[in-house]
């Protein structure tokens, strides 16, 4: 009889766990984090506690720890100064030694007499927990290959920003509270005020204060920033992780919150891509061909773009991310072209590597009838043949490829500067620590060229690894503005490992390298972060041609010019944020 | 230093096979044969011969074997009967204790007073010897798997005729001479007389006298033989075997004699594939789709018949297969059914069966832009639908969505006979031993609908296995002739195993289930046969339209009539080909 419990038990098991898995493969609505397995306070510390829950402001720089009485925790008031139109973070900490129940965030709109910011214009979120990883062993950056997750030092670190609205919080835990406010364009200069309040059904409801100085400048809406965002996206992602099939109306609305969420950052590109792994399947989900190339039998090629346009035209049209549109690539990172060989009803590959007649004959047909597509779409002036982190040679071949197709066409490289092909490059984004020649720079900017910097895995600090300190993210806008750059690029806003919202660790590279942001749709502490950076340059850039006082200009731009990439500490970026912020805010 | 040489002639060993297989991965021209393990005729016993070599004329009946002196074998004079326009078959030996060097065949024209019969309508080949196997354990019939080649009796048997036309003949043994003439129509009634000569370097030529005697009856070229007949080509197996591009100019050069062989045996149809896999990988070369089917992401299908026209368009008009098109399948004998998928850039597949609605929208949408390509190309009226072996309900099913989607749509089945469907069908292929109703097959006949019956590995008597005695092949036309059938269908004419010239085995059915001609090409000894009783079943319809006499009528109809299934011996089927044909020649 026993046995045969057991059996059925099993079966009832592997039943629920299908039933499960057919309901929801990955998580999108709420779901329980990893087990915190560091050593943290003890019981008897946490029931030395006050035997109600607390909830003080804290600092949007500390990544507040799960079974830790907070640290550095502020008063009941948080006061802060926003730019008419600019979004501002800040971050509360509740905790408490007993469970709580049912554990709900909200906010009074923010008066300032009769005039408001108006409740709408306020987000709340519960911050999550998520598990991370560590830099290299040598803390030289985090491009390691990682497949044996034992191997790193591994801990749960609060990063994303949860859409569930109602959560218990588990005795002798902290759960961190992200304010976000939107500063409408149209609000009144003044100081505004309301209040935080979080409530539950087995504690008392507690209020912070809330103060918004708003002072007399004007961000732009972020579709007007000239900082020039790109953060590629991953499409394939978001389908593999919503289980919907690719380019349905299903994908397009699981998409759809996520790249709003970008364009509200400023992003400028479009990620398309024009063949199979351009980056030879470095991320978990791997990038396609957006483009249908046929090899018929008689030799000749036959493309279709309805994917291609599919994607391209959401992204323009209902999402509003319609400057630029990178095609990734002509040098892949395996020479390896993919097309569907019509005798053989077969994917096949061509290999073959710039130069080849056979590299040529791929991409000479291709470009050719690619650009008369694009001219036909009205799309042409805002595409880019996109190439990354590949050498001289290699793209000096593309080069003659893409300008044999069509002279007209735009490329784009994210890499290393070469004087030699600095004036082919409509979209040239350099990696940190690479400078445009000042004379070169203006040149590029009078002819309206991108000049950007990149970060990636390589950087140790600043970084938007899961486990890099939140004022790393900001700290990078600063850069932008500091290297005379027009903006910043990253590889990745959403290539998500397999389980993202608990583990944010991959095969390669240092945890959260990969994504910025959390399906559901959920933003990121790193997000967010990064977006301050972004307002802060675009603050900048208008403050710098604003300030007619010499002396004040000067002031702004020696804060500015600290932002460089030479030898800093975590703790020296926090610091620097800070300050320069508040010198920021000070105009 | 021996280990030294053992390696040495290990790597020279490895580098020679590497430089073979780059020059020709599978034999094309001479090769050489697999070793007879069987027991044979001594050395002592060959040496008892005359040193001199002996050449006479055999049995086309017989497979001679090749370390065997010879038995049955017959006189210096072959005479034989035929039409104006019949092809004839006769097998000569020539064996010997000494090697024979340089060994050439050569004929004579044939004359009858001023008239004559020109050496080019003789053709002589070497027959070769290829490995076969046997009947199933049981010996009824060769449907059995066959993955260990060991379990099954072995032999070197007589069939391929070769195209190299200079050969060493091995000292003891036997080398068999296939002669063929192909009687032009416009030869005048008469006897002829020509000569067969062996010659080589070192031995003194010998000769063989030939008497044809031409009767006054014309045999119609094959394109207008009333005889339907099906045989199935490979088209991926010629690509496989020549190692040339599917569907190159390359591909259709080296398949150009072997389907105008089969147009030369009278062949109606044209097998075309519509989709994957249609007998779920039966052939070593799996026969794919002609059909490029695209689901693009809106979920509409596109259609490309780039293939099915050019390989449809190669055998209608450059080979003359022209009077049918059978199109496989709609039940495939895997419910499982390709297509390019255009989201994700790769190869599906929808899994799905008859009255499934996925199965209802695959094919509806296909068949009825088949149609209307097929109506544009103007071959609507040639082409069938085509399934094999399925069962009623399915058939049913399927042809509801053919009728959906074009009402005149044809449909051809090869399986069991079925009255519920039997009016829906344009070609109906019995199974060996089924028999339409006499009514039907009349009501059919005046339809123009066609009739016909098929083998395949179920029969172990008769059958054109590589074992099978060689009057088997011709008593399947006979048996058309006796059944009331209008034509044969076998399902592969040329679906090769991997190495056929050397091994006839497969990992399933009896050997030479798959094909019944070489690469090379090369004919085969069942072939010739086969065709020879395609020319019998013509010739007797054309007698029994021709005699007036009611009792030579009777004599002709008594004869036919015995060629039914009723378990024959080899013996009493080959005794039956050969009385029966004595007969036919006497009109």
């Given at each position: 009889?026993?046995?045969?419990?057991?059996?059925?038990?099993?079966?009832?098991?592997?039943?629920?766990?299908?039933?499960?898995?057919?309901?929801?493969?990955?998580?999108?609505?709420?779901?329980?984090?990893?087990?915190?397995?560091?050593p943290h306070?003890?019981?008897?510390?946490?029931?030395?506690?006050?035997?109600?829950?607390?909830?003080?402001?804290?600092s949007?720089?500390?990544?507040?720890?799960?079974?830790?009485i907070?640290?550095?925790?502020?008063g009941?008031?948080?006061?802060?100064?926003?730019?008419?139109?600019?979004?501002?973070?800040?971050?509360?900490?509740?905790?408490?030694?007993?469970?709580?129940?049912?554990?709900?965030?909200?906010?009074?709109?923010?008066?300032?007499?009769?005039?408001?910011?108006?409740?709408?214009?306020?987000?709340?979120?519960?911050?999550?927990?998520?598990?991370?990883?560590?830099?290299?062993?040598?803390?030289?950056?985090?491009?390691?290959?990682?497949?044996?997750?034992?191997?790193?030092?591994?801990?749960?670190?609060?990063?994303?920003?949860?859409?569930?609205?109602?959560?218990?919080?588990?005795?002798?835990?902290?759960?961190?509270?992200?304010?976000?406010?939107?500063?409408?364009?149209?609000?009144?200069?003044?100081?505004?005020?309301?209040?935080?309040?979080?409530?539950?059904?087995?504690?008392?409801?507690?209020k912070?204060?809330?103060?918004?100085?708003?002072?007399?400048?004007?961000?732009?809406?972020?579709?007007?920033?000239?900082?020039?965002?790109?953060?590629?996206?991953?499409?394939?992602?978001?389908?593999?992780?919503?289980?919907?099939?690719?380019?349905?109306?299903?994908?397009?609305?699981?998409?759809?919150?996520?790249?709003?969420?970008?364009?509200?950052?400023?992003?400028?590109?479009?990620?398309?891509?024009?063949?199979?792994?351009?980056?030879?399947?470095?991320?978990?989900?791997?990038?396609?061909?957006?483009?249908?190339?046929?090899?018929?039998?008689?030799?000749?090629?036959?493309?279709?773009?309805?994917?291609?346009?599919?994607?391209?035209?959401?992204?323009?049209?209902?999402?509003?991310?319609?400057?630029?549109?990178?095609?990734?690539?002509?040098?892949?990172?395996?020479?390896?072209?993919?097309?569907?060989?019509?005798?053989?009803?077969?994917?096949?590959?061509?290999?073959?590597?710039?130069?080849?007649?056979?590299?040529?004959?791929?991409?000479?047909?291709?470009?050719?009838?690619?650009?008369?597509?694009?001219?036909?779409?009205?799309?042409?002036?805002?595409?880019?043949?996109?190439?990354?982190?590949?050498?001289?040679?290699?793209?000096?071949?593309?080069?003659?490829?893409?300008?044999?197709?069509?002279?007209?066409?735009?490329?784009?490289?994210?890499?290393?500067?070469?004087?030699?092909?600095?004036?082919?490059?409509?979209?040239?984004?350099?990696?940190?620590?690479?400078?445009?020649?000042?004379?070169t720079?203006?040149?590029?900017?009078?002819?309206?060229?991108?000049?950007?910097?990149?970060?990636?895995?390589t950087?140790?600090?600043p970084?938007?690894?899961?486990?890099?300190?939140?004022?790393?993210?900001?700290?990078?806008?600063?850069?932008?503005?500091?290297?005379?750059?027009?903006?910043?690029?990253?590889?990745?806003?959403?290539?998500?490992?397999?389980?993202?919202?608990?583990?944010?660790?991959?095969?390669?590279?240092?945890?959260?390298?990969?994504?910025l942001?959390?399906?559901?749709?959920?933003?990121?502490?790193?997000?967010?972060r990064?977006?301050?950076?972004?307002?802060?340059?675009?603050?900048?850039?208008?403050?710098q041609?604003?300030?007619?006082?010499?002396?004040?200009?000067?002031?702004?731009?020696?804060?500015?010019?600290?932002f460089?990439?030479?030898?800093?500490?975590?703790?020296?970026?926090?610091?620097?944020?800070?300050?320069?912020?508040?010198v920021?805010?000070?105009?």
């Amino acid at each position: 009889m026993k046995t045969l419990s057991i059996i059925c038990f099993f079966i009832l098991s592997l039943t629920n766990n299908i039933i499960a898995q057919d309901k929801e493969k990955y998580p999108l609505g709420d779901y329980s984090e990893l087990t915190d397995t560091k050593p943290h306070d003890s019981n008897i510390f946490w029931n030395k506690q006050a035997a109600l829950p607390q909830l003080k402001w804290g600092s949007t720089d500390i990544r507040y720890s799960k079974l830790n009485i907070p640290v550095e925790t502020k008063g009941s008031l948080w006061k802060a100064k926003a730019w008419k139109g600019e979004r501002i973070n800040a971050q509360a900490v509740l905790w408490s030694a007993k469970e709580l129940k049912d554990v709900q965030i909200s906010v009074s709109e923010l008066t300032n007499g009769s005039d408001i910011i108006p409740t709408s214009s306020i987000t709340t979120n519960f911050v999550r927990y998520v598990m991370t990883d560590e830099l290299n062993k040598d803390k030289k950056g985090g491009c390691s290959h990682r497949p044996n997750k034992a191997e790193w030092d591994s801990s749960l670190v609060a990063d994303p920003l949860d859409i569930v609205k109602i959560r218990d919080v588990q005795a002798r835990s902290t759960q961190p509270i992200w304010v976000n406010i939107w500063v409408p364009q149209n609000t009144k200069t003044g100081k505004y005020k309301g209040t935080l309040s979080v409530s539950g059904t087995n504690f008392s409801p507690m209020k912070l204060k809330i103060e918004v100085e708003v002072l007399n400048h004007t961000l732009p809406s972020p579709e007007d920033w000239k900082f020039h965002l790109d953060l590629w996206q991953n499409p394939y992602a978001v389908a593999r992780y919503y289980q919907v099939p690719l380019w349905s109306q299903k994908h397009f609305e699981a998409m759809r919150p996520i790249m709003k969420k970008l364009a509200d950052a400023g992003q400028k590109v479009i990620t398309a891509t024009i063949m199979h792994k351009p980056w030879n399947g470095q991320t978990l989900d791997l990038f396609n061909s957006m483009v249908t190339k046929i090899k018929k039998i008689d030799g000749t090629w036959s493309y279709d773009y309805t994917v291609f346009d599919k994607w391209v035209d959401f992204m323009m049209n209902e999402i509003g991310i319609n400057q630029q549109i990178n095609c990734y690539t002509l040098i892949p990172w395996a020479l390896q072209f993919d097309y569907y060989d019509q005798a053989t009803n077969t994917i096949k590959y061509i290999n073959a590597k710039p130069g080849d007649k056979h590299y040529s004959d791929y991409w000479g047909n291709f470009l050719t009838d690619f650009s008369r597509h694009l001219r036909q779409k009205g799309w042409f002036e805002k595409t880019t043949i996109a190439m990354d982190e590949r050498a001289l040679d290699a793209m000096q071949e593309a080069l003659k490829i893409i300008k044999k197709a069509d002279p007209e066409f735009k490329v784009s490289l994210a890499g290393n500067y070469h004087t030699e092909i600095e004036s082919d490059l409509y979209d040239y984004c350099l990696a940190f620590g690479h400078n445009f020649p000042k004379d070169t720079k203006n040149s590029r900017s009078q002819k309206n060229k991108k000049s950007t910097v990149y970060t990636c895995c390589t950087e140790a600090i600043p970084n938007v690894f899961t486990f890099s300190p939140p004022a790393e993210a900001t700290w990078l806008g600063w850069h932008v503005a500091a290297g005379n750059y027009d903006g910043y690029l990253r590889w990745a806003y959403n290539s998500w490992p397999e389980d993202p919202l608990r583990d944010s660790r991959f095969h390669t590279w240092a945890a959260g390298d990969c994504f910025l942001i959390y399906p559901g749709f959920r933003s990121s502490i790193r997000m967010e972060r990064l977006i301050e950076g972004i307002q802060d340059c675009e603050k900048i850039w208008i403050l710098q041609k604003k300030i007619t006082n010499k002396k004040q200009l000067e002031k702004l731009n020696k804060i500015v010019s600290q932002f460089t990439p030479e030898g800093l500490t975590q703790k020296e970026v926090t610091q620097m944020v800070n300050e320069a912020r508040k010198v920021l805010n000070s105009f």
